[in-house]
């Protein structure tokens, strides 16, 4: 029902900054919750930031006070501002969205995701 797609990744130096973008299809996306997760090579997939249709938002504490998660809905847009990057910072980047999520930081908890974006962090 949920089609997702990221854009926005790229390459940039330690402390730069990068905005990504999650567009979704569906005229009910305003009642999903938005999960942000990332992938490093040979890690497992971990939680970044999520959104809930209420507007509640959570952030892993490796990344608080320098994302920030935000959405429009009357663009069916989430955005993930991410600010003073580090190399740590590294992956693939994937947005994922579900309707009734509770474990909102478990990856199982979405049924939607889109196909990422990389992003890559140079020292």
Same mark, same amino acid.
């Given at each position: 029902?949920?089609?997702?797609?990221?854009?926005?990744?790229?390459?940039?130096? !330690?402390?730069?900054?990068?905005?990504?973008?999650?567009?979704?299809?569906?005229?009910?996306? %305003?009642?999903?919750?938005?999960?942000?997760?990332?992938?490093?090579?040979?890690?497992?997939?971990?939680? $970044? !930031? %999520? #959104?809930? %249709?209420?507007?509640?938002?959570?952030?892993?504490?490796?990344?608080?006070?320098?994302?920030? #998660?935000?959405?429009?809905? !009357?663009?069916?847009? $989430?955005?993930?501002?991410?600010?003073?990057?580090?190399?740590?910072?590294?992956?693939?980047?994937?947005?994922? !969205?579900?309707?009734?999520?509770?474990?909102?930081?478990?990856?199982?908890?979405?049924?939607?995701?889109?196909?990422?974006?990389?992003?890559?962090?140079? %020292?």
């Amino acid at each position: 029902q949920v089609q997702l797609v990221e854009s926005g990744g790229g390459l940039v130096q !330690a402390g730069g900054s990068l905005r990504l973008s999650c567009a979704a299809s569906g005229r009910t996306f %305003s009642s999903y919750t938005v999960g942000w997760f990332r992938q490093a090579p040979g890690k497992e997939r971990e939680f $970044v !930031a %999520s #959104i809930t %249709s209420g507007g509640n938002i959570n952030y892993a504490d490796s990344v608080k006070g320098r994302f920030t #998660i935000s959405r429009d809905n !009357a663009e069916n847009t $989430v955005y993930l501002q991410m600010n003073a990057l580090k190399p740590e910072d590294t992956a693939v980047y994937y947005c994922a !969205a579900g309707r009734g999520v509770v474990i909102i930081t478990r990856a199982y908890a979405y049924n939607h995701w889109g196909r990422g974006t990389q992003v890559t962090v140079s %020292s």
